[in-house]
T-cell receptor, first 115, second 115 residues
């Protein structure tokens, strides 16, 4: 079966530009998560969706970051006015349910480089 | 305070030997889950093992076992009979029931298996 997919795998942009990162979760998974992983660090939570709604967006660093999941499946992470400090690997994960044992299945990530 | 602490930035182990990767955690929530993930150089996070805070026995999954010492708040990963393919980054993560569904990750341990 297909795992979590993310596109693009790599994105290079210039400071100040707008970018969109896409995540396609495992079919049937209702929970979707976005994380950011900087070099030499563990993943850092950004936002969690249960269905179509953002159940927890407490990890978004500022209002330049926004994410949507309009139909409860595919999600898009949007970053406005990118800064060099936004350069990182952005990981998406999905799980069948939320809480408890439910492991999160991760995608391969999108490596974002802001020049 | 860090939720998850991994104090070993890098570890080496001889092929076929066992190795222990350390993880300590900090929480006041009585209900939580502990997870270990492997991240090869390809970047994808691979789930290895889970331990619930109320589980009476240490979790085991094949060559992976979790040495759970609740009073000491430690959840060390033991890999037995190391293989060359075990060389990767290993992350310990925690989910608390009272802070939603995000995972808190440690900074990881880089494991190198020597032939």
């Amino acid at each position: 079966g297909a795992g979590v997919s993310q596109t693009p795998s790599n994105k290079v942009t210039e400071k100040g530009k707008y970018v969109e990162l896409r995540c396609d979760p495992i079919s049937g998974h209702t929970a979707l998560y976005w994380y950011r992983q900087s070099l030499g660090q563990g993943p850092e939570f950004l936002i969690y969706f249960q269905g179509t709604g953002a159940a927890d967006d407490s990890g978004l660093p500022n209002d330049r970051f926004f994410a949507v999941r309009p139909e409860g499946s595919v999600s898009t992470l949007k970053i406005q006015r990118t800064e060099r400090g936004d350069s990182a690997v952005y990981l998406c994960a999905s799980s069948f349910g939320s809480g408890g044992y439910n492991e999160q299945f991760f995608g391969p990530g999108t490596r974002l480089t802001v020049l | 305070a860090q939720k998850i602490t991994q104090t070993q930035p890098g570890m080496f182990v001889q092929e076929k030997e066992a190795v222990t990767l350390d993880c300590t955690y900090d929480t006041s929530d009585p209900s939580y889950g502990l997870f270990w993930y492997k991240q090869p150089s390809s970047g994808e996070m691979i789930f290895l093992i889970y331990q619930g805070s109320y589980d009476q026995q240490n979790a085991t999954e094949g060559r992976y076992s979790l040495n759970f010492q609740k009073a000491r708040k430690s959840a060390n990963l033991v890999i037995s009979a190391s293989q060359l393919g075990d060389s990767a980054m290993y992350f310990c993560a925690m989910r608390e029931s009272n802070t939603g569904n995000q995972f808190y990750f440690g900074t990881g341990t880089s494991l190198t298996v020597i032939p």
